[in-house]
């Protein structure tokens, strides 16, 4: 997964994501940031549990993940996507969920 930092301050962070064909971020979560994601790129897949909840993004759409609720991000299409991420506001943490 490429990334690329926009924004980074003690408690927001902007970064343009790139996930491969068929590629997925991990199962996670974060204790303080929200995650907002706009599709820039192809199309993605928002999933959440705990309450299971499927977003599909073309691009322009967005979704919103609160904190702590456990995440992921799919790439649909057989080439790359990209979005944006916006999470914040508090200190950043990444934590893989079981």
């Known amino acids: 997964m490429a990334k690329r930092e926009i924004i980074k301050s003690k408690d927001v962070c902007v970064r343009v994501m790139e996930l491969e064909a068929g590629a997925s971020t991990e199962w996670h979560h974060h204790s303080e940031v929200n995650d907002f994601f706009v599709c820039l790129k192809g199309a993605l897949q928002v999933e959440t549990r705990d ?5 599909v993004l073309e691009p322009g759409e967005t979704a919103q993940v609160k904190s702590p609720v456990v995440h992921r991000v799919l ?20 934590i893989i969920a079981k």
């Open 51 to 55: 309450p299971y909840h499927v977003v």
């Open 75 to 94: 790439n649909l299409h057989q080439e790359p996507a990209e979005y944006l991420l916006t999470q914040g506001v508090g200190i950043y943490d990444f």
